[in-house]
């Protein structure tokens, strides 16, 4: 059993829903990623989505966007993500990491060699935005070979077929989109996220994880009645940005810990 079926088993055995932050390696600074790592868990984390940064991520609002920015003139590149990776499972070797991203700096390393080293390196899972399920039969079947699982994004616009493609191939979770635009963005209809997500319950055998615009408690808590997951990303990234970044840790631990008790109540 992998380490995400694991986690998300056990939150549903014991009705807690789970909380998955995001943040951007090397942001603010390479040093301090590891230890943000860390204080994630201890604010209540998961599972981890790891940010691999990009120069293009079309995907991302302005601020993950800029953190990809940062993260890169600090020298970031995708061989010190999974370092990073590495080093986090020195002292935990139970919290989930999904690997998230785009696909220039994976075929530039290449599939196969990604797909090993990352598994290494102690991954869990691989969501990489611009990797269409329709295209990524080979990629899936590397990943599983290696005991990782590839996450796809399914929006409010996703076709049955698609949805139903998603759950042959992929694994881990559903990342669903709660709306039509970028990370960051706002005004989130609860009802019709609850729609869309029973939706693809009716087609996928693996938990549903929602995001985008997830931005304090009290939504956190509301979409989590439909979800088995809530995913926060710009709202952490903004917690490092208030403050210099040898606090950043303790920002985000203090950030995440009522979060964590929002969606536990």
């Known amino acids: 059993m992998s380490r995400i079926e694991k986690t998300l088993n056990a939150l549903k055995a014991n009705g807690r829903k789970g909380l998955i932050p995001f943040i951007t390696a090397g942001y603010p600074t390479i040093e301090q990623t590891v230890p943000i790592m860390h204080a994630l868990v201890e604010g209540g984390a998961d599972i981890i989505e790891f940010g691999m940064p990009f120069s293009d991520p079309m995907a991302d609002g302005p601020i993950i966007q800029h953190s990809s920015e940062v993260a890169l003139k600090n020298g970031m590149k995708l061989k010190k993500v999974l370092e990073q990776v590495a080093e986090f499972r020195q002292k935990d070797d ?111 055998p693996f938990p549903v994880a929602v995001g985008f615009g997830v931005r304090d408690a009290a939504t956190a808590r509301r979409l989590s009645q439909a979800a088995d997951a809530v995913v926060m990303g710009t709202r952490i990234i903004q917690e490092m940005d208030s403050v210099p970044p040898a606090e950043a840790p303790a920002a985000v631990a203090a950030f995440l810990k009522p979060i964590r008790k929002a969606l536990d109540e």
């Open 94 to 204: 139970s919290t989930p990491i999904v690997l998230m991203g785009y696909a220039n700096p994976i075929e530039n390393m290449g599939q196969q060699a990604f797909a090993e080293a990352a598994a290494k390196a102690g991954a869990d899972a691989v969501l990489v935005v611009d990797y269409p399920p329709e295209e990524s039969e080979e990629f899936s079947t590397m990943l599983r070979e290696q005991g990782m699982d590839q996450i796809f994004l399914l929006a409010p616009t996703s076709v049955d077929e698609r949805i139903q493609h998603v759950a042959r191939i992929g694994g881990g979770f559903i990342y669903y989109v709660s709306l039509k635009g970028v990370t960051g963005a706002a005004n989130i209809d609860v009802a019709e996220v609850r729609q869309r997500i029973n939706r693809i319950k009716a087609f996928v």
